[in-house]
Every structure is written in structure tokens, then in C-alpha cells.
């Protein structure tokens, strides 16, 4: 049987930009099969969707919490995002 798939919307704040942390998400979530995408917002946040078997997603919403070296997570807000396109492998937007 297969395995659920989920998609959720992620919010990362704390200093959580110019430490590498949409590289390091964009690897995470592919070593977990996951597809998506992480961008940094004008606010000092990092937003991010990602979609794939519901216990790889939690996986990845646990690993947001600590993030690359150098990183500092405040917080990790996520709301299921089932209207969201799916894309296709992880990538990472400006």
C-alpha cells in the first residue's frame, strides 16, 4: 500500500538567512525524497512547501528546528497546504 502523500506550507524564523539554510534545506529535502520549495521572505524568514510521504514530511518539519551550522531556529510555523501545487523535485526560489 502506498504511503499518504502531504504537502504543507512551513514557516522558519530566527536568523535563518545569509547562513546557507535554502541550500540546506533544499539537500535535506532531497535526501528524503521530498519536492517543493524554500525561499527567503523580505521579512528575515524562510519559507518553505514541501510535499511527499507523511513520514518524510514530518521528518523534514523536525530537521527545519535545526537547521545548517550557523542558524539560529526561533520558531517553525506549518499549516497543511492542500490546494498547493506539486511541484516537481525541490528547488529553491528567489
Known amino acids: 500500500m502506498a504511503e499518504a502523500c502531504k504537502t504543507v506550507s512551513a514557516r522558519i524564523t530566527g536568523r535563518v538567512q545569509g547562513v546557507g539554510f535554502r541550500a540546506w534545506t533544499r539537500r535535506e529535502a532531497q535526501g528524503l525524497g521530498l519536492s517543493g520549495f524554500v525561499r527567503n521572505e523580505p521579512d528575515g524568514a524562510v519559507t518553505a512547501l514541501i510535499t511527499g510521504p507523511e513520514p518524510a514530511v514530518g521528518t523534514m ?13 526561533s520558531g517553525v510555523e506549518t499549516r497543511d497546504a492542500v490546494d498547493a501545487a506539486r511541484p516537481a523535485g525541490f528547488r529553491i526560489e528567489n
Open 61 to 73: 518539519i523536525d530537521r527545519l528546528w535545526d537547521g545548517p551550522s550557523g542558524a539560529s531556529v
